[in-house]
């Protein structure tokens, strides 16, 4: 691709639309009326919470029991508004978190109107609006370009295409694409949901529930648990109404009582509650998570790649020397400097630090005319002008990265190699004699100063690479920097590896043989934007998680290429838009904050998984053992609904919002069914061992109460049993959980209007002891199979 000048020719600014223009396009509905959306809507999130498969089947079962009664059998269907409440409410309130994050770190778009250039929302541009772009800024709509100074828009995020188009006046630029160097400005011909990228995302909301291996996995288990429940239900509905064949309410209740404990029916919502008051804690900390598998994606990585600029150090920088070369002239260059500063429309943070220890000069007549430019580019490492001098004397001017201009073995480069070694940057100011767009022009200079530039360190970022290193996450510090300074500034902040810096220019291009150095490496510099994007697929081919953080456009391939894509707030806005978390506070230190949110989310939501799932299982289990036993069902819904209530549906909404530290692992769906199908079918082998004993033990008209209430018990001394093994390692709060709900049960055997309405009532002594001796039995064999399993997923075999 080649560079071209500048336009030389001055031409009348156009000064863009009228008011009245404006007004009369308003009023046609001429507007850019495409709806930011950082999140469901209202009604989406109450149908999502309430219209679900299981919600429908809970719904007619529990009109069922309201028609046969008593009502306490029916506390299921309560139980089911509440959580759907619980739920609607939580999504509600991190929608609004989410939102008015949004409104925060929502671009707004230089657009010229009257002759005068004003920031406005997106959604209050109209068609034929002169829209100014500068580096990094994203095209918000469709349109033809007006006006261009040396103007490179990527258009890789729209159509694939990975090098930059250079975009001359009466070309288009399509929604969706940004740009890379240069500046102009352009007309919208296509607005709303008439641009581009308008009608690729028309479907698409940046609240998103996919590419989530903990929603998939629960995804796959319901799947699971419906095939399982469909045959047993109609075997179980039969067997009830042969066996119950005198009592047809009787045998509806224990029907229904055999159905409802299938459903894990609070899985679905405490998933989404652990994600939305995961966004909510994260907004507090003005993070805007754009999608929310982001929160269990970053808990998931295990490397993380940093660019230098804007993540270690603070955007600014300060001008600490300037060293003539070869005699040249300090004022002469200061002067350069100064023209070079005043060129550029839109400056990076080193020609920013230039400009404000070089302003220019107060005097017009002084001042040197701009005849050329060329924009500064990631690839390309330098940026120039070209300049006629108040006496009349021309001459083109470059500054850029030393190690680019100099030939290898020039005298400067020992001494830039000292000044790197400090972490500082150095910038060189040299003069040529070829054209500015001439890609020779890098290799004529001759040397005129080094300009030092002075780096601020970000405060916390020393703690924070320091809290990767302690979660056995690897940090990579990705720059287009010189490797020997990038390496001395990572270095005082303590980063393992620094003082092996590795320059991107020697890189091997194929993908294992970079991926292998990239596995030793810690540091690396000179990297153009195409290797950052290559180093993040090299290292994802090694079966690695990366995360990549940016502020920059150079960034922006290599953001949209990671797991997961971390933007500073005060990053350009295509970095802000491919991100899936937004730093808007622009803290490093902030990233910590959402691995333990992830980590949270990741490992409560399985620890209460098993919870759930034990429950289906030996909920499967015993309607199959009724059926072949031809026998009542041993409970009734109030039954289960109590144990569900103090061994599941409390216990896991604390588990699933209390600190989680540990890492997360792979494998959801396996993980959890590894635990809870050997708990659920001790659970339920128990339980019914119980029940057979105490049909054995009791009769009368009232022993099916008495036999209910024996398996009752056992089931219930195993599910705490279980929810004591998931609350492990225990803390306080989590002992005195367990024990709480121990204590609940008790009253219920205790207070006699309790026993009435629950329809428990212990009889006699051989049939309650028994239930418990077979419930620690049953502990027993639980705590082995577990430990075994334990064992096993340590040493990292199959199950």
């Known amino acids: 691709m080649t560079e071209r000048n500048a336009i030389d020719v001055v031409t009348p600014r156009n000064p863009g639309l009228t008011s009245e223009e404006v007004a009369e396009r308003v009023e046609r509905g001429e ?9 469901r809507s209202a009604g989406e999130i109450v149908r999502a919470n309430v219209f679900t498969r299981f919600n429908a089947i809970i719904g007619v079962l529990f009109l069922v029991i309201l028609v046969v009664g008593p009502i306490q059998d029916g506390l299921f269907g309560f139980v089911i508004v509440a959580n759907t409440a619980i739920g609607i409410f939580q999504e509600l309130r991190a929608k609004r978190t989410l939102d008015s994050l949004a409104v925060i770190g929502e671009s707004r778009p230089e657009v010229r109107r009257d002759g005068a250039t004003a920031e406005i929302h997106t959604s209050q541009i109209v068609l034929g609006d002169l829209i100014e772009l500068g580096p990094g800024d994203k095209v918000v709509v469709d349109g033809e370009v007006a006006e261009a100074d040396s103007l490179e828009i990527d258009e890789s995020l729209l159509t694939g295409e990975a090098d930059p188009v250079v975009k001359r006046a009466g070309d288009q630029v399509m929604s969706g694409s940004f740009v890379v160097a240069g500046g102009g400005a352009f007309t919208a011909t296509k607005v709303g949901r008439q641009a581009y990228a308008a009608q690729l995302a028309d479907e698409a909301s940046r609240f998103t529930l996919v590419n989530s291996e903990l929603r998939n996995g629960i995804s796959q288990i319901l799947k699971y648990v419906m095939w399982l429940m469909i045959p047993t239900a109609v075997g179980l509905i039969i067997s009830q109404f042969t066996v119950e ?13 055999g159905i409802v404990p299938m459903v894990p029916e609070g899985l679905v919502l405490l998933t989404s509650v652990a994600f939305a008051i995961g966004v909510v804690r994260l907004g507090r900390k003005q993070c805007l998570v754009q999608e929310l598998p982001a929160i269990e994606g970053l808990a998931r990585v295990d490397v993380v790649c940093l660019d230098k600029t804007g993540t270690l150090t603070e955007g600014g920088m300060d001008v600490a020397e300037l060293r003539p070369l070869d005699g040249a002239d300090e004022a002469y260059a200061a002067r350069a400097l100064a023209a070079l500063g005043g060129s550029d429309p839109h400056p990076n943070a080193s020609l920013q630090a230039i400009i404000d220890a070089y302003p220019a000069p107060t005097k017009a007549a002084d001042a040197w005319r701009t005849t050329g430019t060329l924009p500064f580019s990631s690839a390309r490492k330098y940026s120039g002008a070209a300049f006629t001098e108040p006496d009349g004397g021309t001459g083109n001017w470059l500054l850029g990265a030393p190690d680019v201009l100099l030939p290898d073995g020039h005298a400067a480069l020992g001494q830039i190699d000292r000044l790197n070694d400090e972490g500082l940057r150095v910038l060189l100011l040299a003069r040529t004699d070829t054209a500015l767009d001439d890609p020779a022009a890098a290799r004529a200079v ?16 020393a703690e924070t690479l320091g809290y990767f290193a302690d979660q056995q996450v690897q940090t990579k510090v990705i720059s287009g920097d010189n490797a020997v300074s990038v390496g001395a500034v990572a270095g005082k ?14 890189l091997p291009a194929g993908r294992d043989e970079m991926a292998e150095v990239l596995e030793r490496g810690s540091v690396f510099g000179r990297v153009t934007p195409q290797q950052k994007r290559d180093m993040v697929g090299a290292l994802q081919s090694r079966g690695h998680n990366v995360a990549m953080t940016g502020d920059g456009v150079n960034d922006v391939l290599a953001l949209k290429d990671a797991d997961i894509g971390v933007s500073m707030g005060s990053g350009s806005e295509a970095t802000r838009a491919v991100a899936q978390i937004v730093l808007l506070n622009n803290s490093f230190a902030t990233l910590p904050s959402v691995v333990a949110e992830g980590r949270r989310v990741i490992g409560n939501i399985t620890r209460v998984a098993t919870l759930f799932l034990t429950k289906t299982v030996y909920s499967v289990l015993l309607a199959v053992l009724v059926v072949c036993w031809q026998v009542p069902y041993p409970f009734l819904p109030r039954h289960l609904t109590l144990l569900s209530t103090l061994t599941i549906g409390v216990p896991a909404f604390f588990l699933a919002l209390a600190p989680n530290k540990e890492r997360a692992q792979p494998h959801f769906v396996r993980r959890v069914m590894r635990y809870a199908t050997p708990a659920g079918l001790i659970c339920g082998v128990a339980a019914f061992a119980s029940y057979l004993f105490a049909r054995h033990v009791y009769s009368g008209p009232h022993a099916l109460d008495a036999e209910t209430s024996a398996a009752t018990l056992t089931l219930f001394l195993l599910e705490v049993w279980v929810l004591a093994i998931v609350a492990r390692p225990y803390t306080w709060w989590r002992i005195a959980l367990v024990l709480a709900m121990v204590a609940g049960f008790a009253l219920v055997l205790v207070v006699p209007w309790l026993q009435d309405f629950f329809a428990l009532r212990l009889a006699g002594d051989e049939g309650p002891w028994t239930a418990v001796g077979i419930a620690v039995a049953g502990g027993v064999v639980l705590e082995f199979v577990w430990a075994w399993i334990r ?9």
């Open 31 to 39: 507007v850019n009326d495409v709806p930011v959306r950082s999140s």
């Open 245 to 257: 064949s005198h009592d047809g309410r009787e045998a509806v209740r224990r029907t229904v009582g």
């Open 791 to 799: 064992r096993r997923d340590t040493a990292g075999l199959p199950a």
């Open 493 to 506: 902040l303590g980063l393992p590896g620094a003082q092996q810096p590795v320059d991107a220019r020697r």
């Open 446 to 461: 001759t040397p005129f100063a080094l300009v030092v530039l002075e780096q601020r360190l970000r405060p916390d970022a």
